[in-house]
Structure formats: structure tokens, C-alpha cells
């Protein structure tokens, strides 16, 4: 009986331990955050950007790259029989790039292929900047993040140094502590940042050329209709 209350007591103490852990390192974690000093706010800044700017295009490239398939022979049916304004509405009523550089193509009908394929080009260069739109930026937190924490580095070595330096004989562990944390809590925060933003930017750059070959193909496949012979 008494071994059984014993382990009743560890079970209970090994309980209130894990209870109170994750308090305790959401702390730490928080601790560390604003011991890194004020360069950790651009770098928060930095990662609130990116994760906007991903979350936002990756909806917009899914988006766009949603193409009916049997677009292109209801189009054929409708130019066969000479509706051409059925099939701006039929464009229309499927918003997306290929879409839009259809409608654009299907409006010069009649003119010169050159035309033809010069306007669709045209409409397909304002579609894919579009889909492009943030990625510079989110290419730059990848960079700069990064590059910030190494800032931090140095800001923080430099204030463990003068420390010391103030110092004199009497040198403390707890009095470089300040620089200490936050030399290597930029670090690992801008790493982390640029990291995450690289993976993001690469995926979002393989999503848009999808899309892009989605847009070359159904432009080179209304370009052979219209080569088709009557």
C-alpha cells in the first residue's frame, strides 16, 4: 500500500511538471525575443510580410491556374459558326489569364495573325506580372533577413565587448549576458525568417510557371484554330 501512495505521488508530481512546462517555455521564448533587442522588430516585420505576401499569392496562382479544359472546343464551335461575341461571353464568364488572353485574341479576329498574336502576348505579359506581384519583395526577406540577424550579431558582440571593456578586473558572466543573447537570438531569428521566405518564394516561382505553361499552351492551341482551314 505504501509503494502504491508512493507512486501516486510521483505520477502527481511528474503531472504538475508537465503542466506547467509549456508555460514555462512559452516564456523562455517570448524572454528571448525582446532580449535580442530592437533589431528582432524589423525581423518580425519581415516575417509578418512574408507570410502575407505567400498566403495571398498562393490563393491567386491556384486561382488562376483553374482552366476548363473544353474551353477551347466550345470556342472552335462558336467561331465555326460565326459567334464571335458568344465566345467574348463565354471568356468572359471564365475569369482567369488563359481567359483573358483569349477574349483578347477572339476581338482581333479578322485581323493579321501577327495582330492576332501580338495583342494575346501583350495581355499575357499584364496577366503574368500580376501573378508575379510580391515576389520581388518576398525575394528580399529571404536576403535580408538574414542579413539583419548577422547585424544583430555584431550589435551584440559589440555590446558584450564594450561591457567588458567598462569592466575592467572585475568581469561578470551575468553582465555579458545582454550582448550574448542577443548576438545569437538575431541570428537564429533571421535565419529562420530567411529560410521559411526562400522555401516560400520557390514555391510560389514553380506554382506561377505552371501557370505560365497553362497560358503558352492554350495560346498556341487557338493559334492552330485559327491556322485551321475553313
Not at 2 to 14: N, P, R, S, V, Y
Not at 165 to 173: E, K, L, P, T, Y
Amino acid at each position: 500500500m505504501f509503494k502504491l501512495l508512493m507512486i501516486q505521488a510521483d505520477l502527481a508530481t511528474e503531472l504538475d511538471t508537465l503542466a506547467t512546462e509549456p508555460e514555462g517555455i512559452s516564456t523562455k521564448f517570448i524572454d528571448l525575443a525582446f532580449k535580442g533587442g530592437w533589431i528582432m522588430i524589423p525581423i518580425i516585420a519581415l516575417s509578418i510580410i512574408a507570410v502575407y505576401i505567400f498566403f495571398d499569392r498562393f490563393f491567386a496562382v491556384k486561382k488562376a491556374g483553374k482552366f476548363d479544359a473544353g474551353l477551347l472546343e466550345k470556342i472552335k464551335v462558336y467561331i465555326t459558326n460565326g459567334k464571335i461575341d458568344d465566345a467574348v461571353m463565354l471568356c468572359r464568364n471564365n475569369p482567369n489569364p488563359a481567359s483573358r488572353m483569349l477574349e483578347k485574341g477572339i476581338s482581333r479576329i479578322g485581323r493579321p495573325l501577327t495582330d492576332v498574336s501580338t495583342a494575346i502576348e501583350n495581355v499575357g505579359n499584364l496577366e503574368i506580372s500580376k501573378l508575379e506581384k510580391g515576389l520581388p519583395v518576398l525575394a528580399s526577406v529571404a536576403g535580408g533577413a538574414p542579413m539583419l540577424g548577422f547585424l544583430g550579431t555584431v550589435m551584440g558582440m559589440i555590446q558584450a565587448f564594450y561591457d567588458m571593456a567598462n569592466a575592467g578586473n572585475n568581469i561578470d558572466v551575468t553582465l555579458l549576458s545582454t550582448g550574448i543573447y542577443q548576438a545569437m537570438v538575431t541570428t537564429v531569428a533571421g535565419l529562420i525568417v530567411g529560410i521559411i521566405a526562400y522555401f516560400a518564394y520557390n514555391i510560389l516561382v514553380t506554382n506561377v510557371e505552371k501557370v505560365v505553361f497553362k497560358m503558352e499552351a492554350t495560346t498556341t492551341e487557338f493559334m492552330d484554330l485559327l491556322n485551321e482551314p475553313v
